[in-house]
């Protein structure tokens, strides 16, 4: 099959809003169907989707130094931070809900903070290296990217259970606002790249 | 440049196109899944019991412990169809699979105050639960009756079960406990009336290792309650514990006179004694009875005091009857005894041999106390114990009371009495003083009188005459002593004169024995004269 | 040239293609980048509606019923997911509070409440009044919609808790499950077929 005509050429553009393909013609600045505003390209996508991971990547250090939650119970009481619960998981013998917690809170993050790295510079760089292989990062980050949610909900739950005053109760700690911004600022940051520059470095812009 | 005009982009067709979006709820769905299948691995049995009342049982929160250790829960209750009992489904752990066999027992445990103290207090603060005992059956059980109170023992207990007869259960219950010499060893663990209706039949358990003093010769008393006891010995207070004291409690022991004995066996049966006395009372063998007649009033002897032979109990009275003697017109007090000649022991045993007496024969029996009785058996009431005037029987030989005859016919065989001490006592004072009376005391007064003035008289003379001459003597024998002391001292010529005349004496009769000694050996030295060599 | 609205770009790398009617169990990818441009869409909007129905319903039991309960000691607790939304909001991270009222609240109350709305006047084949402005919502919350995620989080607190204390999953558990999964079906990329059938 042959290559497909781009948007670009034919002077239409996208509208996120409804998934129209509008008609450029005449500049309209918002969608004729749906009343978003319209644009070429994410306006400064890669400087934005880089400003959220930096402060996702700079959160994500406390994060996991500082503990999610107080448990204090049967007369003993102590900080966990979230590897600290994972080991727990792990040598308690429950090796699949460690695996979960790991891969949500660790390995999540981690792929979403190399994986928008590579995106970022590789854009940056306008190589033509992988260009398929690249647009299905993306997307896989897109779809991953609410998972690092987990540990938050486990711990607002957890500490919501276990309020029984002189039998034991579960506090959350700062630990779990910086995760819970970490999640946020990962999720903006994929938002905020725009896939169609993966293309653009690799194709000229050809200006109809 | 060429405009390619957009194209139907191509289709893909596959049944099962499971986008990424699902990978959350399928990871839920497992994890859920495995949760389930690990709740269902570690599912132990559920088990329905039946208890007499729901009272302290909770769905979903009462607890069934073993040792203490949570195993299970009820997880609903509900009424029986007969509407008598309550049914409560119990589930258990995975690792309690064993209490479902169909020996397990259950029971409530609650707060409870019963034999052995107070129980189940925890429970007044974490809620009743339900106690379980796994049985040993291998075959499995769904539903169980629970028991109303807790079995005393657990199961595999090591020990021994034994049955005492008893007259009545007292103040016995199940788990009463049973002491060896006041350690607690064993529990009360049932009890039934006989199939008669005339007795009791009480089953114990002795725990290991204290079961091996359990022996064929051992005796279980009643060690219920305070027992006071106001006999010939004074007031004696008996008390076991303060918990056997509140709830009752049985001890055993084997007497000193049969100590060692084979360890009985389980299940055997003892007889169950009202208190410790009577209990390690040596074997009472062949009763015997006797009458005796007081002929003063008996005022402290009672019913069941003891019988004593030389000081050795070995019976009590029965009863103590007033009676009418026509001829003294008089009221004698008739008193009948048992006595159990066995108890006499080791001198019984003697007597028997050496008499060829058998204890079977009546007659001879009778015939044996009638010899006695000629060599001076005789009863008398005795004070046991001046304060409260308690009387026992003792039997003593007499042999200085007038003989007395026996009908040897007469049964119970009577043995005559001699008077009480007391009374004895009373009798020679009263003796006494019947003599003082007879004497003729004014003629002695009188006569009494006359040698008074007499020796008034002499003493008066003595005094005036003798007194002064025994003076002058006196002073005289004192210068003597005085020239005599003088003559004596150490410097005096006197002595010295003697000292030497004592010193030649010496002398001379050294050379006598020398000459003495010469003639000896040289006799004729008399008629010869002594020869120049020779030395003396 | 053919008319734009029978266009469709694809969003990840900008190619151009014509619409297609899809048959069951079909879709149309990206001959660039793989991406997926359209997908058979299997529920009439009646159908849509109604799952819309059920999730409001689903909806109402998820938040006012205990997700779990735990018992200790005779003591029991129960936690709703407002509860534990309020828990992260004492102290001083405040604003964690927001972001979980927003993924596991917010987002899919007004999801459904939007839907309903929608497709509710769809069935009368016309467009909602601010019709615009709720699609555009739609297109805005799915990404925060975190329910499922919600989901996963209470299984795992179950078996964290598990091991101290007796949980037990409450039925707001089960209608959080059915809620997810429905939500996934009905608030997907799929509405924005709406604009073009109205």
Same mark, same amino acid.
Request: aromatic residues 8%.
């Given at each position: 099959?042959?290559?497909?005509?781009?948007?670009?050429?034919?002077?239409?553009?996208?509208?996120?809003?409804?998934?129209?393909?509008?008609?450029?013609?005449?500049?309209?600045?918002?969608?004729?169907?749906?009343?978003?505003?319209?644009?070429?390209?994410?306006?400064?996508?890669?400087?934005?989707?880089?400003?959220?991971?930096?402060?996702?990547?700079?959160l994500?250090?406390?994060?996991?130094?500082?503990?999610?939650?107080?448990?204090s119970?049967?007369?003993?009481?102590?900080?966990?931070?979230?590897?600290?619960?994972?080991?727990?998981?792990?040598?308690?013998?429950?090796?699949?809900?460690?695996?979960?917690?790991?891969?949500?809170?660790?390995?999540?993050?981690?792929?979403?903070?190399?994986?928008?790295?590579?995106?970022?510079?590789?854009?940056?760089?306008?190589?033509?290296?992988?260009?398929r292989?690249?647009?299905?990062?993306?997307?896989?980050?897109?779809v991953?990217?609410?998972?690092?949610?987990?540990?938050?909900?486990?711990?607002?739950?957890?500490?919501?259970?276990?309020?029984?005053?002189?039998?034991?109760?579960i506090?959350?700690?700062?630990?779990?606002?910086?995760?819970?911004?970490?999640?946020?600022?990962?999720?903006?940051?994929?938002?905020?790249?725009?896939?169609?520059?993966?293309?653009?470095?690799?194709?000229?812009?050809?200006?109809? | 440049?060429?405009?390619?005009?957009?194209?139907?982009?191509?289709?893909?067709?596959r049944?099962?196109?499971?986008?990424?979006?699902w990978?959350?709820?399928?990871?839920?769905?497992?994890?859920?899944?495995?949760?389930?299948?690990?709740?269902?691995?570690?599912?132990?049995p559920?088990?329905?019991?039946?208890?007499?009342?729901?009272?302290?049982?909770v769905?979903?929160?009462?607890?069934?412990?073993?040792?203490?250790?949570v195993?299970?829960?009820?997880?609903?209750?509900?009424?029986?169809?007969?509407?008598?009992?309550?049914?409560?489904?119990?589930?258990?752990?995975?690792?309690?699979?064993?209490?479902?066999?169909?020996?397990?027992?259950?029971?409530?445990?609650?707060?409870?105050?019963?034999?052995?103290?107070?129980?189940?207090?925890?429970?007044?603060?974490?809620?009743?639960?339900?106690?379980?005992?796994?049985?040993?059956?291998?075959r499995?059980?769904?539903?169980?009756?629970?028991?109303?109170?807790?079995?005393?023992?657990?199961?595999?207990?090591?020990?021994?079960?034994?049955?005492?007869?008893?007259?009545?259960?007292?103040?016995?219950?199940?788990?009463?406990?049973i002491?060896?010499?006041?350690?607690?060893?064993?529990?009360?663990?049932?009890?039934a009336?006989?199939?008669?209706?005339?007795?009791?039949?009480?089953?114990?358990?002795?725990?290991?290792?204290?079961?091996?003093?359990?022996?064929?010769?051992?005796?279980?008393?009643?060690?219920?309650?305070?027992?006071?006891?106001?006999?010939?010995?004074?007031?004696?207070?008996?008390?076991?514990?303060?918990?056997?004291?509140?709830?009752?409690?049985?001890?055993?022991?084997?007497?000193?006179?049969?100590?060692?004995?084979?360890?009985?066996?389980?299940?055997q049966?003892?007889?169950?004694?009202?208190?410790e006395?009577?209990?390690?009372?040596?074997?009472?063998?062949?009763?015997?009875?006797?009458?005796?007649?007081?002929?003063?009033?008996?005022?402290?002897?009672?019913?069941?005091?003891?019988?004593?032979?030389?000081?050795?109990?070995?019976?009590?009275?029965?009863?103590?009857?007033?009676?009418?003697?026509?001829?003294?017109?008089?009221?004698?007090?008739?008193?009948?005894?048992?006595?159990?000649?066995?108890?006499?022991?080791?001198?019984?045993?003697?007597?028997?041999?050496?008499?060829?007496?058998?204890?079977?024969?009546?007659?001879?029996?009778?015939?044996?106390?009638?010899?006695?009785?000629?060599?001076?058996?005789?009863?008398?009431?005795?004070?046991?114990n001046?304060?409260?005037?308690?009387?026992?029987?003792?039997?003593?030989?007499?042999?200085?009371?007038?003989?007395?005859?026996?009908?040897?016919?007469?049964?119970? #065989?009577?043995?005559?009495?001699?008077?009480?001490?007391?009374?004895?006592?009373?009798?020679r004072?009263?003796?006494?003083?019947?003599?003082?009376?007879?004497?003729?005391?004014?003629?002695?007064?009188?006569?009494?009188?006359?040698?008074?003035?007499?020796?008034?008289?002499?003493?008066?003379?003595?005094?005036?005459?003798?007194?002064?001459?025994?003076?002058?003597?006196?002073e005289?024998?004192?210068?003597?002593?005085?020239s005599?002391?003088?003559?004596?001292?150490?410097?005096?010529?006197?002595?010295?004169?003697?000292?030497?005349?004592?010193?030649?004496?010496?002398?001379?009769?050294?050379?006598?024995?020398?000459?003495?000694?010469?003639?000896?050996?040289?006799?004729?030295?008399?008629?010869?004269?002594?020869?120049?060599?020779?030395?003396? | 040239?053919?008319?734009?609205?029978?266009?469709?770009?694809?969003?990840?790398?900008?190619?151009?293609?014509?619409?297609?009617?899809?048959?069951?169990?079909?879709?149309s990818?990206?001959?660039?980048?793989?991406?997926?441009?359209?997908?058979?869409?299997?529920?009439?909007?009646?159908?849509?509606?109604?799952?819309?129905?059920?999730?409001?319903?689903?909806?109402?039991?998820?938040?006012?019923?205990?997700?779990?309960?735990?018992?200790?000691?005779?003591?029991?607790?129960?936690?709703?997911?407002?509860?534990?939304?309020?828990?992260?909001?004492?102290?001083?991270?405040?604003?964690?509070?927001?972001?979980?009222?927003l993924?596991? #609240?917010?987002?899919?109350?007004?999801?459904?409440?939007?839907?309903?709305?929608?497709?509710?006047?769809?069935?009368?084949?016309?467009?909602?009044?601010?019709?615009?402005?709720?699609?555009?919502?739609?297109?805005?919350?799915?990404?925060?919609?975190?329910?499922?995620?919600?989901?996963?989080?209470?299984?795992?607190?179950?078996?964290?808790?598990?091991?101290?204390?007796?949980?037990?999953?409450?039925?707001?558990?089960?209608a959080?499950a059915?809620?997810?999964?429905?939500?996934?079906?009905?608030?997907?990329?799929?509405?924005?077929?709406?604009?073009?059938r109205?």
């Amino acid at each position: 099959m042959n290559e497909p005509p781009l948007a670009i050429t034919l002077n239409l553009c996208l509208c996120h809003g409804c998934g129209l393909a509008c008609d450029m013609q005449g500049n309209p600045q918002r969608c004729v169907r749906c009343g978003a505003p319209l644009h070429w390209r994410k306006s400064d996508a890669i400087a934005r989707s880089w400003a959220y991971l930096l402060a996702a990547l700079v959160l994500y250090i406390p994060a996991n130094v500082v503990p999610v939650m107080h448990t204090s119970m049967f007369g003993s009481s102590g900080g966990s931070t979230i590897i600290g619960g994972v080991v727990e998981f792990w040598k308690g013998g429950a090796w699949d809900i460690a695996l979960i917690i790991f891969i949500a809170s660790v390995g999540v993050p981690c792929i979403k903070f190399l994986g928008l790295s590579l995106l970022l510079i590789t854009t940056q760089r306008h190589t033509d290296w992988a260009l398929r292989q690249r647009a299905q990062l993306y997307r896989f980050i897109e779809v991953i990217g609410y998972w690092s949610m987990l540990d938050v909900l486990v711990v607002a739950l957890v500490a919501a259970l276990v309020q029984m005053q002189e039998l034991g109760t579960i506090e959350p700690r700062p630990g779990i606002l910086f995760f819970g911004l970490v999640v946020v600022f990962t999720m903006l940051s994929a938002m905020s790249f725009d896939p169609r520059l993966i293309w653009d470095g690799a194709t000229p812009r050809r200006d109809g | 440049m060429q405009e390619t005009p957009p194209q139907p982009a191509p289709i893909k067709t596959r049944r099962w196109n499971v986008s990424l979006v699902w990978i959350v709820p399928i990871v839920a769905l497992l994890v859920g899944a495995s949760l389930v299948v690990r709740n269902w691995m570690q599912e132990g049995p559920t088990l329905t019991i039946t208890f007499r009342t729901g009272e302290g049982l909770v769905a979903n929160k009462t607890e069934v412990r073993y040792r203490n250790l949570v195993i299970g829960q009820v997880t609903s209750i509900k009424l029986a169809e007969d509407k008598k009992s309550v049914k409560a489904t119990v589930r258990l752990s995975k690792e309690a699979e064993s209490f479902a066999s169909e020996d397990s027992q259950f029971w409530v445990v609650r707060p409870r105050i019963g034999a052995g103290g107070v129980t189940g207090l925890d429970t007044l603060l974490s809620g009743s639960f339900i106690g379980a005992d796994a049985g040993q059956s291998a075959r499995r059980a769904e539903h169980f009756t629970g028991l109303e109170s807790p079995p005393p023992i657990t199961y595999g207990e090591e020990g021994k079960r034994f049955l005492l007869s008893a007259p009545d259960l007292g103040s016995l219950d199940i788990g009463s406990p049973i002491y060896y010499r006041r350690i607690p060893v064993g529990q009360v663990i049932s009890y039934a009336l006989d199939a008669d209706g005339g007795s009791v039949t009480i089953e114990i358990f002795i725990r290991a290792p204290h079961d091996a003093y359990v022996t064929q010769n051992s005796r279980f008393w009643n060690a219920s309650g305070i027992d006071v006891t106001l006999d010939a010995k004074g007031i004696r207070v008996d008390t076991a514990s303060l918990a056997a004291m509140l709830a009752g409690g049985l001890a055993f022991r084997s007497p000193e006179y049969a100590a060692d004995g084979p360890p009985a066996a389980q299940g055997q049966r003892f007889e169950l004694f009202a208190d410790e006395q009577s209990a390690l009372a040596p074997p009472t063998g062949q009763a015997k009875f006797i009458r005796l007649r007081f002929d003063q009033a008996l005022r402290g002897l009672a019913v069941d005091a003891p019988v004593e032979f030389m000081g050795v109990e070995f019976g009590k009275v029965v009863a103590v009857k007033l009676d009418f003697d026509e001829q003294k017109q008089s009221f004698p007090v008739m008193v009948d005894a048992v006595v159990y000649p066995d108890r006499l022991g080791p001198a019984h045993a003697k007597m028997l041999k050496a008499l060829k007496h058998s204890p079977d024969d009546e007659m001879a029996t009778a015939r044996l106390i009638g010899n006695f009785v000629e060599h001076g058996l005789r009863a008398q009431a005795r004070s046991g114990n001046l304060l409260t005037g308690q009387l026992y029987i003792s039997l003593d030989f007499y042999p200085d009371e007038p003989a007395v005859a026996v009908d040897l016919s007469e049964r119970p #065989i009577r043995i005559p009495t001699v008077p009480g001490d007391l009374e004895r006592v009373q009798e020679r004072f009263q003796r006494l003083v019947d003599k003082l009376s007879q004497l003729p005391l004014e003629s002695i007064v009188t006569n009494l009188d006359g040698n008074l003035n007499e020796l008034r008289q002499g003493l008066r003379f003595f005094n005036r005459q003798t007194l002064p001459g025994l003076q002058t003597t006196l002073e005289e024998l004192q210068q003597t002593l005085e020239s005599a002391n003088r003559t004596l001292a150490d410097d005096s010529p006197q002595r010295q004169q003697l000292n030497q005349a004592i010193t030649e004496l010496r002398r001379m009769s050294r050379s006598l024995r020398e000459l003495t000694d010469y003639l000896g050996r040289h006799p004729e030295s008399l008629i010869r004269g002594r020869p120049k060599s020779s030395e003396p | 040239m053919t008319k734009t609205s029978e266009l469709i770009v694809c969003e990840y790398c900008d190619a151009v293609y014509r619409k297609t009617s899809l048959a069951r169990h079909q879709r149309s990818v990206c001959v660039r980048c793989g991406g997926v441009l359209q997908r058979h869409v299997g529920l009439t909007v009646q159908q849509r509606l109604a799952l819309s129905v059920t999730a409001a319903i689903l909806m109402v039991y998820a938040h006012f019923y205990p997700v779990m309960s735990i018992r200790l000691q005779g003591v029991s607790n129960s936690a709703t997911l407002w509860d534990s939304v309020q828990i992260l909001s004492q102290g001083s991270i405040t604003f964690i509070a927001l972001v979980a009222a927003l993924t596991i #609240i917010i987002a899919p109350v007004l999801q459904v409440l939007l839907l309903i709305w929608v497709l509710a006047f769809a069935m009368l084949r016309r467009r909602s009044p601010a019709f615009a402005l709720c699609m555009r919502g739609l297109e805005s919350l799915r990404p925060w919609n975190m329910l499922e995620v919600c989901l996963l989080g209470a299984l795992v607190a179950v078996i964290k808790l598990a091991g101290m204390l007796d949980v037990i999953p409450g039925a707001g558990l089960i209608a959080l499950a059915a809620l997810s999964v429905v939500l996934i079906y009905i608030a997907g990329r799929d509405v924005r077929d709406l604009w073009d059938r109205l």
